[in-house]
């Protein structure tokens, strides 16, 4: 450590000696003029421009047509099958619901968006020859989602329904999207 003091000490005497140079006159902008600016990369540049507080001015010249196309799309973009007739012109679609075989049951309902979920709208019918659980309703075109409500207690989604959505409750809705064509559209 001494050896370190001693070599640290001279040192600074030898610079305390060295002569002085006077700088040359303009070297300070000559060296500044020399030297490019660093260019910030892509991601840097990203990172900027996220960064940058961006002003938003809000005139009601330029709400009021935003809102107008922002209207229209939104009508454009109502399903079509929501706004489709029947054929025979009267907006509603026959629809035959069919619980299988294999259901030990002693009295199903279809119940759905359809009939508020009333069970007492939509009784269904043991078919004897397609051992199956059956009922047929006319349904206004457009999305709807319903079970079979199985003795009063027990509700069971359609198991051929190629859709389903989650009813906050733990269960399963089957999905059903109709158009004026007796169809299903997916």
Same mark, same amino acid.
């Given at each position: ?9 001279? !040192? ?18 000559? =060296?500044? &003029?020399? *030297?490019? @600016?660093?260019? @910030? ?5 990203? *990172? !900027?421009?996220?960064?940058? @507080? ?5 005139? @009601? ?13 939104? =009508?454009?973009? !109502? ?28 009295? +199903?309902? +279809? ?6 979920? &009333? ?6 019918? %043991? ?9 047929? !309703?006319? *349904? ?5 989602? %319903? ?8 509700? =069971? ?20 999207? *109709? ?8």
């Amino acid at each position: 450590m001494t050896n370190e003091r001693f070599d640290d000490e001279m !040192l600074a005497s030898m610079i305390r000696e060295m002569p002085r140079a006077d700088v040359p006159e303009g070297f300070a902008d000559r =060296v500044m &003029s020399s *030297l490019e @600016p660093r260019r @910030p990369s892509l991601w840097e540049r990203l *990172l !900027l421009w996220m960064r940058r @507080p961006i002003t938003i001015r809000i005139t @009601p010249v330029r709400v009021i047509p935003a809102m107008a196309v922002a209207a229209l799309l939104m =009508v454009m973009a !109502l399903p079509m099958q929501q706004m489709a007739v029947a054929p025979d012109g009267s907006g509603a679609v026959p629809v035959r619901f069919v619980l299988g075989k294999n259901v030990d049951a002693r009295q +199903v309902a +279809v119940i759905g968006s359809f009939n508020n979920w &009333s069970p007492d709208e939509a009784a269904m019918r %043991y078919d004897k020859s397609l051992g199956a659980w059956v009922a047929d !309703l006319e *349904l206004p075109p457009g999305t709807h989602e %319903y079970v079979f409500l199985v003795d009063g207690e027990r509700v =069971v989604a359609d198991p051929v329904a190629p859709l389903s959505r989650d009813d906050g409750f733990g269960n399963r809705n089957s999905v059903l999207y *109709l158009t004026g064509d007796h169809e299903q559209s997916l």
